[in-house]
């Protein structure tokens, strides 16, 4: 299955969501490719550091964009159990080729404004793709959570009014444990000293992902 994170704004969280999907479905003992196809190249670095570390590393990780990137994974992807596409935060030809070849599509949201408004942006994108790519599942979910308030049940609200992307009731807060766990090339279940919520809820995404969602792929 081929899995992208995306979205159309940048900060909200799309290579920590891929690169902790990365480490769980490789411990699943799954053959993975991770596709980092963001400008930025976040996820390279990220996996450059595990190197540098010498953290045993057991999928693929590999760098390109553009137009490209849906010839490189159709040669690709028959060798790999699954593919993770990090994809970068604007409306790249990059984004559009992910589209175009993915299963499924997982957009972040962080509980802001400024956030919440690109939704119309990402539903624009994804419905001039979808004659390419008519079985494609779009979803969305909260990402950077607020510990409390009630940002986050507001913008779940708004998500959820949108008939091309469902949201999904699944929420990932904003926690120190992803951010150190990024700086060392580590996924928060590798970390020495586990943070337990952190771990929960990458849990209930990646569960959510591969096993409700695959269902149906």
Known sequence: ??????????????????????????????KLLLVDADEQRSTAIWANQRDILGIETKWTTVSFGGKSLRSQLLRM?????????DVGGRETTSLR?????????????KPRSLDIWTLNDVKAVVQEMRPANPNLKVFAFINQADAKGSDNEGSQSILGESE?????????????AFANAASDGLGVSEMKIPDKKAIHEMGLLYDFIYKNC????
């Open 1 to 30: 299955m081929i899995v992208m994170i995306a979205g159309v704004k940048g900060g909200t969280g799309k290579t920590t969501i891929a690169t902790n999907l990365a480490v769980l479905r490789a411990a699943d003992g799954k």
């Open 77 to 85: 992807k028959d060798d790999y159990d699954d593919i993770i596409i």
């Open 97 to 109: 080729a992910a589209l175009s070849i993915s299963d499924v599509c997982y957009v972040p949201f």
């Open 164 to 176: 091309e992307i469902k949201c999904i009731p699944i929420t990932i807060g904003c926690r120190k």
């Open 214 to 217: 695959m269902q149906d792929v």
